[in-house]
């Protein structure tokens, strides 16, 4: 079995991973228009689009899951995510941030506050996005 091979993907102030070893995986896919940035580092790394199975997302706001949608168009992976966030990856919609410490206070005073972000949808409906897998143990 080959060893794996982690390759970051700078993305500005977040960053996503591909994962190599008998397939391709990626992890997270960054804010929208972040795809190019994505497969310009697959192809640098002799990895093709098709190549890629799947494309975990870790969670629904738009910094990691802004550009799974179109990733998915151009490269046919399937995206997971938990399915706690996967109503977020289906209407492209992160809701409202809650800042918790005084960092993300301190943006959001700078920033106007309430932050709501938007980031293209993997489909209107639930019944058009079976790509989404769910955790279904429990």
């Known amino acids: 079995m080959p060893p794996i091979e982690v ?6 102030i977040v960053n996503a991973y591909i994962v190599k070893q008998d397939g391709v995986i990626l992890i997270d896919t960054g804010y929208p228009k972040s795809e190019d940035a994505i497969l310009r580092t697959m192809q640098g790394a002799g990895i093709r689009p098709g190549d890629l199975r799947p494309i975990l997302v870790t969670h629904g706001h738009g910094d990691h899951a802004g550009s799974a949608a179109r ?3 151009m490269t046919g992976a399937r995206v ?4 706690n966030d996967a109503g977020m990856l289906r209407a492209g919609k992160q809701g409202e941030l809650k800042a918790t410490g005084i960092t993300g206070k301190l ?6 506050g309430e932050k709501k972000s938007r980031y293209p949808a993997l489909a209107e409906k639930p019944s058009q996005c079976p790509a989404i897998r769910q955790d279904r143990s429990r």
């Not at 390759?7 to 500005?12: E, Y």
């Not at 943006?107 to 106007?112: S, V």
């Open 71 to 73: 990733l998915r168009e």
């Open 80 to 83: 997971a995510v938990h399915k």
């Open 7 to 12: 390759i970051p993907v700078n993305l500005g």
């Open 107 to 112: 943006f959001g005073f700078f920033l106007g």
